[in-house]
T-cell receptor, first 119, second 118 residues
Framework: NAGVTQTPKFQVLKTGQSMTLQCAQDMNHEYMSWYRQDPGMGLRLIHYSVGAGITDQGEVPNGYNVSRSTTEDFPLRLLSAAPSQTSVYFC??????????????????FGSGTRLTVV | AQTVTQSQPEMSVQEAETVTLSCTYDTSESDYYLFWYKQPPSRQMILVIRQEAYKQQNATENRFSVNFQKAAKSFSLKISDSQLGDAAMYFCAYRSFGVGGSNYKLTFGKGTLLTVNP
């Protein structure tokens, strides 16, 4: 089924460990993004990308790296995990451009989330 | 920068009754999109309804409707005939109308946890 595939669903890390959260979409979406969700904080944007080779920072980028080598994939890297990075992470993608949002493919497709615990 | 405020951290409703969730936002833009997302315990983000700011008519999707007041920058969600399956966290979100870069990002409110009592 078409959509956003996010792996893993759960992960426990020790402080200082590194890991990569994977995100892949098969809808040919130009725009991809990573959010973190914390209780009482809603979803906050970490990084986003508007196409292969183009990334930019969101609201809470510190401690995270991203790259976009293909249209399909947008991995999120934690280089040295900290307890403050304990959160639920979501990848989301969408078409870009005003025209797309007027058609049947409007909206954002979210992955199923990754619950990350850093101890 | 745009901000989205949901002033009700928690709400409850009796099954079959109607409930309204509040959302206000701050923006200097004249055109934009507004969304309501539902997040059940499964954690999946589900689009409930969306509104284009340039449309006067309030959006409706079955039992879900919005009251969009552009001048007041208010975007409330009304759920009619509430069902047990409506119990979830609800997020209001904003997206710019423009193309390019950060215009595509969604800005979320902090959410309202809706409980439906049988």
């Amino acid at each position: 089924n078409a959509g956003v595939t996010q792996t893993p669903k759960f992960q426990v890390l020790k402080t200082g460990q590194s890991m990569t959260l994977q995100c892949a979409q098969d809808m040919n979406h130009e725009y991809m993004s990573w959010y973190r969700q914390d209780p009482g904080m809603g979803l906050r944007l970490i990084h986003y990308s508007v196409g292969a080779g183009i990334t930019d920072q969101g609201e809470v980028p510190n401690g995270y790296n991203v790259s976009r080598s293909t249209t399909e994939d947008f991995p999120l890297r934690l280089l040295s995990a900290a307890p403050s990075q304990t959160s639920v992470y979501f990848c989301a993608s969408s078409y870009s451009g005003q025209g797309e949002f007027s058609g049947p493919n409007y909206g954002y497709t979210f992955g199923s989330g990754t619950r990350l615990t850093v101890v | 920068a745009q901000t989205v405020t949901q002033s009700q951290p928690e709400m409850s409703v009796q099954e079959a009754e109607t409930v309204t969730l509040s959302c206000t936002y701050d923006t200097s833009e004249s055109d934009y999109y507004l969304f309501w997302y539902k997040q059940p315990p499964s954690r999946q983000m589900i689009l409930v309804i969306r509104q284009e700011a340039y449309k006067q008519q309030n959006a409706t999707e079955n039992r879900f409707s919005v009251n969009f007041q552009k001048a007041a920058k208010s975007f409330s969600l009304k759920i009619s005939d509430s069902q047990l399956g409506d119990a979830a966290m609800y997020f209001c979100a904003y997206r710019s109308f423009g193309v390019g870069g950060s215009n595509y990002k969604l800005t979320f409110g902090k959410g309202t946890l809706l409980t439906v009592n049988p």
